[in-house]
């Protein structure tokens, strides 16, 4: 997709450096996806606050060493 946008100088060239991209388009498109899998964790993160994981009553480390023991 192509885009114009108005971004400041010192920010371009900062993204190039951190991403070490060989173009300004490799570089923002570097920086978009480092963006977007820390936005989707954090999100995962409010998730599992929210809605804390928890094992069941009966789990022992013991049952599952037998389990994944058995499948081989």
Same mark, same amino acid.
Not at 5 to 11: K, M, Q, R, V
Not at 23 to 30: A, F, L, V, W
Not at 32 to 57: I, R
């Given at each position: 997709?192509k885009v114009t946008a108005i971004l400041p100088d010192?920010?371009?060239?900062?993204?190039?450096?951190?991403?070490?991209?060989?173009?300004?388009? /490799?570089?923002?498109?570097?920086a978009l996806s480092e963006w977007l899998k820390v936005? #989707?964790?954090? +999100?995962? !993160?409010?998730?599992? /606050?929210?809605?804390?994981?928890?094992?069941?009553?009966?789990?022992?480390?013991? #049952?599952?060493? +037998?389990? !994944?023991?058995?499948?081989?």
């Amino acid at each position: 997709m192509k885009v114009t946008a108005i971004l400041p100088d010192d920010l371009i060239s900062d993204v190039k450096k951190l991403t070490g991209g060989k173009n300004i388009t /490799e570089s923002i498109e570097k920086a978009l996806s480092e963006w977007l899998k820390v936005a #989707k964790l954090k +999100k995962l !993160n409010q998730k599992l /606050e929210n809605n804390p994981l928890s094992f069941a009553d009966d789990f022992t480390a013991d #049952k599952v060493r +037998k389990i !994944n023991r058995s499948r081989k």
